[in-house]
Structures are given as C-alpha cells and as structure tokens.
C-alpha cells in the first residue's frame, strides 16, 4: 500500500476529490491510505500563524519554517519522499507518475502565496515538481493532478491494465481517434476499418493515425525516433 500524507491550510478542497471515482476506488481496495493534515495544527504561534513577509524588499507572504519542519518532522520516516509542487519543479510527466507510485509513503506540501521558506526545500524536500509553465494560486491542485496521474499506476487500481499501456506518453505517442455507439452521428462516420473486425488492420490504423497526431501536435514526442 502507498501511503499519502498531504500538508495544506486548505483541506476542504480534498475532501470532494478523495471520495470520488479512481481515488475512492484505489483507497477501497487497500492500493493507497490518504490522509490530509491542517497545516495551521503545526503552528506554535498564538494565532496559529503559518506565514510571514518575505526578507528583502517587495510584497508577498511565505509559509513560515517552523510549521512545515514539524509536520514533515512528524509524519516523515526513513522511507518517505517529500514533494513540493513549484512552477519553478522540474516538469511532472508520465514516467514521473509512474516512478512516484512505486514509492512507499509520498508526503506533499501545498504552498500558497509566494510559496515556501527555502529553508524547508533544502532540508526537508527531496523532489519540486512543476505541473506546467503557469502559476498557480496554491499547490492543492497540484498535488490534485500528480496523485490522480500517480494512482492510476498502482495495482489492479485501473480495471484495465492495457488501456496503461496503450493511452497517449506510454509509447511516446498520443493516443489514436476513438468512437464508440452510434456508428453514425449528424452525417459522421466512425471510420470503417474499426467495424470491420480485423484486429491486425485496425492495430495498423491506430499506431498510423497516433503517429499522424503525434507530429502535428506534439512533434518534440518523436525526437529520438527518428522521426518516423
Ligand atoms: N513565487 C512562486 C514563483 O514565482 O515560482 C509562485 C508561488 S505560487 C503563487 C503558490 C504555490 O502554488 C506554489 O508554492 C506551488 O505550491 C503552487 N504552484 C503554482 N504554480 C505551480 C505549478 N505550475 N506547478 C506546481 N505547483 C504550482
């Protein structure tokens, strides 16, 4: 089981999310134990007080050290990886989902404002990761998309372990066109070769048309292969 602790001032924004479709599922069936802890409970100041103006000149707040440092310190063991979303993170892909779900306890940090003392980065973080280049207001809905990406990789998590290996990053390609019921829709067909019941020629088409797509909207994806 991989074990999830998430570190936020905002954990109503978890609550619609964890009870919902794959991460419901996934807790259920014992493949993660999520758990969302109130960063303000960290807090020793009087008002529970968890940021503080940024040093040097110019505006904006920071998430104070000593609150992170006592909820990492509390919920961290020699098997824990600490992640920090930030714009400023390396760029979160699919093989990084898959990499995190082999992991045995994630805790995640949700920054706000101008995000995070550095101070709690070198020490306590091991990994930043970035969800694109945007800005974001907070980091929950970060750590929302890398948990729903990282989920989908745990075990039997997916009904259908080949819809893994077939979807768009898992080949290095998007994925193809697809259709289901009615064959056909305001004078739109579905594509006759997928009712024909040919499994090797529909295979064909598929790996041309993902390949086709592939070039026209994500072209660096074939870098490296040769173009093809
Ligand atoms: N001052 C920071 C900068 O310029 O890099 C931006 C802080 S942002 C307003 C507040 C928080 O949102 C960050 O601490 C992070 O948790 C989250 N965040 C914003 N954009 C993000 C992104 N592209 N990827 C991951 N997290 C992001």
New binding site residues.
């Given amino acids: 089981m991989l074990f999830i602790d998430i570190i936020t001032l905002f954990p109503v924004m978890f609550q619609g999310i964890k009870g919902t479709s794959m991460w419901a599922r996934a807790q259920d069936m014992g493949a993660v134990a999520l758990n969302i802890w109130n960063l303000r409970e960290f807090s020793r100041s009087k008002q529970y007080k968890v940021d503080a103006p940024v040093f040097g000149h110019g505006p904006g707040m920071l998430y104070r050290v000593e609150p992170l440092f006592a909820a990492v310190e509390q919920l961290r063991s020699d098997s824990s990886w600490v992640v920090?979303?930030?714009?400023?993170?390396k760029v979160f892909t699919h093989e990084d989902a898959r990499r995190l779900a082999h992991k045995e306890h994630l805790i995640f940090l949700?920054?706000?404002?101008?995000?995070?003392d550095q101070r709690v980065i070198d020490s306590l973080v091991d990994e930043e990761?970035?969800?694109?280049d945007?800005?974001?207001?907070?980091?929950e809905l970060?750590v929302m998309v890398i948990i729903d990406a990282l989920i989908r990789f745990l075990p039997n998590v997916l009904g259908d372990s080949q819809s893994l290996e077939e979807e768009s990053f898992s080949r290095g390609l998007l994925e193809y066109p697809q259709y289901t019921r009615p064959e056909i829709f305001r004078c739109q067909r579905v594509p006759e070769i997928l009712l024909s019941g040919n499994h090797s020629r529909i295979d064909k088409w598929r790996e041309e048309k993902a390949v086709e797509k592939t070039k026209i909207i994500r072209p660096d994806l074939l870098e490296g292969k040769g173009g093809m």
């Fill in positions: 920090n979303p930030s714009p400023s993170g949700c920054g706000h404002y101008e995000g995070i990761v970035s969800i694109g945007y800005v974001l207001t907070g980091g970060a």
